[in-house]
């Protein structure tokens, strides 16, 4: 069992820039693989970044250069670090730890991003 928390979303203007992070507890962490999702309004839930337990990373292509997703074993924390944000950014964003057959998810951050 895994239990994720995520923090950091808020309000930034176009341009900004945000760091989320996803604390995980119980047991497994380093051998999951994490990635972020989002979620806007309307919309369905979508990939922006994912890394397996091993460290490879695969991005979205609306995020690739802005965004980037790393993790921290030892912290069980993994984060996305967010840069030159646009508008349709917006969205609530959640983290997911898999570990086959199992998947577990945060309660999501909602990040705003004003033009």
């Known amino acids: 069992q895994v239990q994720l928390v995520e923090s950091g979303g808020g309000l930034v203007q176009a341009g900004g820039s945000l760091r989320l992070s996803c604390a995980a507890s119980?047991?497994?962490?380093?051998?999951?693989?994490m990635g972020w999702y989002r979620q806007a309004p309307g919309k369905q839930r979508e990939l922006v970044a994912a890394?397996?337990?091993?460290?490879?990373?695969n991005y979205a292509d609306s995020v690739k250069g802005r965004f980037t997703i790393s993790r921290d074993n030892a912290k069980k924390t993994v984060y996305l670090q967010m840069n030159s944000l646009k508008p349709e950014d917006t969205a609530v964003y959640y983290c997911?730890?898999?570990?086959?057959?199992?998947?577990?998810w945060g309660q999501g951050t909602q990040v705003t991003v004003s033009s």
């Open positions: 997911n730890a898999a570990r086959w057959p199992y998947s577990y």
């Open positions: 119980g047991s497994g962490f380093s051998i999951s693989a």
């Open positions: 890394i397996t337990s091993g460290g490879s990373t």
